[in-house]
């Protein structure tokens, strides 16, 4: 009798899904490590590798839906390990570099954060906007977990930059990271960039775009991520006043639908 092999080929189709996982798994194993960095007192390689699990979670959402390959396993997934790469290695990297010496304060405001970002994670797996109000996916409600985890990084960043010859921002640490963490849980309507279409005339504007920000990111690593963190501050306000101009214009358009229905 022939044996049966117990090795079965994965087909095409659940490969769809493996491969945003996989993407995922990298990504807090990254995270995992900045901790682990940040624990032996190399706070560059730390933020680096935040960074770079920050751009991965960017990634592997594009990727499932591009090979439509999403899940509600890759959505879990994706939840998890946002928690523990955004919520807790941030918050470890900038108590082991400055919130340490603040004592049990320094700890409390790490627990904050953590809090805030798993809480405002639960909320973000729950929201659900009705087939009217499907122009609000083009929002989040607060700033999102990987956002809020790359933020509370910026004294780090700023500190690790040539920005911090000019001036000291360390003290501001403690109540950034407040900040940071009520912005998570708030309903301060931020830009999400999940569904940006890009024309195709635009391509290579955008490709042209992408590639000095590379160049930068090897000639001016921190400076660079400092001023990105300075530039998505900037937006927020943005944000609110684009949601608000948004929203006026759809309740004046059911407005008139309702005119037109009486009549």
Same mark, same amino acid.
């Given at each position: 009798?022939?044996?049966?092999?117990?090795?079965?080929?994965?087909?095409?189709?659940?490969?769809?899904?493996?491969?945003?996982?996989?993407?995922? +798994?990298?990504?807090?194993?990254?995270?995992?490590?900045?901790?682990?960095?940040?624990?032996?007192?190399?706070?560059? $390689? *730390?933020?680096?590798?935040?960074?770079? @699990?920050?751009?991965?979670?960017?990634?592997?959402?594009?990727?499932?839906?591009?090979?439509?390959?999403?899940?509600?396993?890759?959505?879990?997934?994706?939840?998890?390990?946002?928690?523990?790469?955004?919520?807790?290695?941030?918050?470890?990297?900038? #108590? $082991?570099?400055?919130?340490?010496? #603040?004592?049990?304060?320094?700890?409390?405001?790490?627990?904050?954060?953590?809090?805030?970002?798993?809480?405002?994670?639960?909320?973000?797996? +729950?929201?659900?906007?009705?087939?009217?109000?499907?122009?609000?996916?083009?929002?989040?409600?607060?700033?999102? %977990?990987? @956002?809020?985890?790359?933020?509370?990084?910026?004294?780090?960043?700023?500190?690790? %930059?040539? $920005?911090?010859?000019?001036?000291?921002?360390?003290?501001?640490?403690?109540?950034?990271?407040?900040?940071?963490?009520?912005?998570?849980?708030?309903?301060?309507?931020?830009?999400? $960039?999940?569904?940006? @279409?890009?024309?195709?005339?635009?391509?290579?504007?955008?490709? +042209?775009?992408?590639?000095?920000?590379?160049?930068?990111?090897?000639?001016?690593?921190?400076?660079?991520?400092? *001023?990105?963190?300075?530039?998505?501050?900037?937006?927020?306000?943005?944000?609110? #006043?684009?949601?608000?101009?948004? %929203?006026?214009?759809?309740?004046?358009?059911?407005?008139?639908?309702?005119?037109?229905?009486?009549?």
């Amino acid at each position: 009798m022939e044996k049966k092999n117990k090795f079965k080929v994965v087909s095409v189709n659940k490969s769809r899904y493996i491969l945003p996982s996989i993407l995922t +798994l990298i990504g807090v194993c990254l995270g995992i490590s900045s901790i682990k960095f940040a624990m032996d007192g190399n706070f560059t $390689f *730390a933020v680096l590798f935040l960074v770079v @699990a920050a751009i991965l979670d960017g990634l592997d959402g594009r990727v499932a839906r591009i090979i439509k390959g999403t899940s509600d396993f890759g959505k879990e997934l994706d939840s998890l390990t946002d928690f523990v790469s955004f919520g807790i290695a941030p918050a470890f990297i900038i #108590y $082991f570099w400055e919130l340490n010496k #603040y004592g049990k304060i320094g700890w409390l405001i790490v627990l904050l954060f953590s809090v805030c970002c798993v809480l405002r994670l639960a909320r973000f797996n +729950l929201t659900k906007f009705e087939k009217n109000d499907e122009w609000k996916n083009n929002f989040f409600q607060g700033i999102p %977990s990987p @956002a809020g985890g790359c933020l509370i990084l910026f004294p780090l960043m700023f500190e690790l %930059s040539n $920005f911090s010859t000019f001036i000291d921002i360390k003290v501001i640490t403690p109540y950034f990271m407040v900040l940071v963490s009520i912005l998570l849980i708030s309903k301060v309507p931020t830009f999400s $960039f999940k569904k940006i @279409a890009i024309r195709r005339n635009m391509t290579i504007f955008l490709l +042209l775009g992408v590639g000095l920000f590379f160049v930068s990111i090897i000639q001016f690593t921190f400076e660079t991520l400092t *001023a990105c963190c300075v530039i998505y501050l900037t937006l927020i306000p943005l944000g609110i #006043y684009n949601y608000k101009l948004k %929203s006026k214009s759809v309740n004046q358009l059911e407005i008139e639908d309702e005119h037109q229905d009486i009549l």
